[in-house]
């Protein structure tokens, strides 16, 4: 019943992109983590209630749909599983994209992982939190896998789809980690070449079983989130270069402000700007990118009368 009211809500402000919570709550306790505590168990909408509320969704102009849960691949009502629910919304014909987020690496599923294979909706960046990239901190976390687990995981999205990449949240100076352990993250961090990641020093929440565990020391912290944010933002400004003078199929989600140019997000959820004189607000078209920086690219959008000259 705690979903009940959302049946209530209709959508009517014709947005491009669009979110739907499919699941709440948590059952996997990290100790650093407060929502088993105020969000409480894992709990799944029916199929049908999301379907509807797609269709809704879609219907008032919606072409991109972020299926929400704080463990969304342990979406579950049923039997049916998270891949169940995408292939239904899949058969809304004007749906044109499908993401998740958040998701568990142990609650990834084989049933999911070979819909990458076969679906054209569902996109191929997967946001997959690791946290630590040390078996010992991932213990200490009661994270429940180990960095090997996680890099098998990564391995086999590969294998089934070699298009897909990785984005994925870190914690650093969690509770015990030592300088060994950081480089380890570190070590993960580039292995993987993460084309965004969300990282953070540890903040105690008050309640959970890492709140009363010795703290880094704050300096100590600091330090190493400065030299993984570093690092990280080496490897996303490198990838975002690899596009330039590339082709990307971009959905336009609104207009930029005083510009007669358009503001949209390709597969892999880049910001994307590109000038055009038609309204491209709800359509995906092929962008030439032709320059960037690590937040956004900028591009022109490739027209029919384009693609003819190139062919002659």
Known sequence: EKFDNL?????????????LTVQEGCD??????????TRGAEYSRSIQELYNECKN??????KEI????????????????????????????????IRYTT?????????????????????????????????????????NHTVEEYLNLIERLKKINPLVKFSSDFIIGYPGETDKDFNKTLELLKRVEYINSYSFIYSPRPGTPA???????????KERLIIFQKT?????????????????????????????SFFGRDEYQN?????????LQGKIKEVNIINGNSNTLFGEEIRKTDRENCAA
């Not at 299926?67 to 919304?89: M, P």
């Not at 910001?271 to 309204?279: F, G, H, Y």
């Open 28 to 37: 996997k306790f990290c100790k650093f983590c407060v929502v088993p505590y």
């Open 7 to 19: 049946n209530l809500i209709k959508n009517s402000n014709n947005k491009v992109s669009s979110f």
């Open 232 to 260: 990280a933002e080496e490897i996303k400004t490198k990838y975002k270069k690899s596009l330039f003078n590339k082709k990307v199929k971009v959905l336009f989600e609104n207009k930029v402000k005083n510009d007669e």
């Open 211 to 221: 709140s009363k565990m010795e703290e880094v020391k704050s300096d100590l912290s």
């Open 271 to 279: 910001p994307v700007i590109a000038k055009s004189n038609e309204n």
């Open 66 to 97: 972020t299926l929400l849960g704080q463990n969304v691949n342990a979406y579950n009502f049923k039997g049916k599983k998270l891949s169940d629910l995408i292939k239904e919304i899949s058969d809304i014909k004007k749906l044109e994209r």
């Open 103 to 143: 998701s568990h690496p142990v609650d990834f599923s084989e049933d999911l992982i070979e819909l990458y294979k076969v679906s054209n909706k569902l996109m191929p960046l997967i946001h997959l939190p690791v946290q630590s990239g040390s078996n010992y901190i991932l213990q200490k976390m009661n994270r």
């Open 57 to 62: 969704l879609v219907d008032n102009g919606v």
